[in-house]
């Protein structure tokens, strides 16, 4: 769907503003008279591109004009770059932002440490699956509730080089044995979700056990991790490490996810006083 060049903007200001449900309003009527789409809307704003999150980063797929090979692969965008021509490009950052995180956090980790094990098979999940398997880690075992879902992924993301098994949740126990690292990459252990218990005596005491949540950043299993002397990983260098290739692209300056930087995203997740 192309645009006229008369995109028009509308918005609500005040403070606070969070209880506002004048975006969701004026959004339904939006979609539901086809008014321009707001991707298609970024060139003539001069937008340089942005951000997606839950629910749009599937749809975007359909949407931009070119999406890269690992996005494609992923099944998600969460990054859009405005090419010169006015093109929109999307990208998946999600992979590029773990294994970044993975590495700055525990810089002896090697794919060839042994098996990995991921929790889930969403969309964090396939970021996290391919990234471990373009770093050539072997093996990958996925642990998810709903096979189906778990075996999508193994079809769309497995490479020659890896061989990715599916695995019930009640084989978390065997499939933590000599695995070179632990990913929880579902919202289990999330704020106002429920706690992620497992026992991990299976699993080798060097390997790291990695939670994509951030809030809280210590979950239980970081917490029962590091009591057994894992090296952990939280989930907010994935978050830091994810924006820095978008950054880039829109600006042309090189970030790095800086101890100020990872304070200052601190300062905004902690409680009001």
């Known amino acids: 769907m192309r645009i006229s060049g008369k ?21 339904f009527w939006l979609a539901e008279s086809g008014i321009e789409q707001a991707l298609r809307a970024l060139p003539v704003l001069g937008f340089r591109g942005c951000n997606l999150t839950i629910p749009h980063k599937q749809a975007a797929l359909s949407i931009v004009d070119r999406v890269e090979p690992l996005a494609r692969r992923i099944g998600a965008v969460n990054t859009i770059v405005v090419q010169p021509d006015g093109s929109l490009e999307g990208r998946n ?4 932002g773990f294994l970044e995180s993975l590495r700055a956090t525990v ?17 964090a999940a396939r970021a996290v699956i391919a990234a471990l398997s373009d770093a050539g880690v072997g093996e990958i075992r996925v642990v998810n509730r709903t096979r189906a879902r778990a075996e999508t992924v193994a079809t769309d993301i497995a490479t020659p080089q890896t061989r990715i ?14 695995a ?21 005596s299976a699993l080798p005491r060097s390997s790291p056990v990695v939670d994509i949540v951030y809030v809280p950043l210590e979950t239980d299993l970081l917490a029962n991790a ?48």
């Open 180 to 200: 070179g690292i632990l990913v929880n990459a579902t919202s289990l252990g999330m704020a106002g979700e429920p706690a992620l218990m497992l026992d991990l």
């Open 226 to 273: 590091r009591r057994r002397g894992h090296p952990v990983v939280d989930g907010l260098g994935m978050l830091l490490h994810q924006g820095r290739p978008g950054f880039e692209a829109w600006f042309g300056t090189p970030v790095g996810a800086t101890r100020e930087l990872r304070a200052a995203i601190l300062a905004t997740l902690a409680p009001p006083q």
């Open 107 to 123: 810089p002896d980790w090697s794919a060839t440490a042994g098996p990995a094990t991921i929790l889930g098979a969403g969309g």
């Open 93 to 96: 950052t999600d992979a590029f």
């Open 165 to 178: 098994t599916i695995h019930e949740w009640h084989e978390t126990g065997t499939v933590l044995r000599d």
């Open 7 to 27: 995109a028009r903007l509308a918005g609500i200001m005040g403070w606070p503003v969070a209880h506002s449900r004048s975006p969701a309003l004026h959004g």
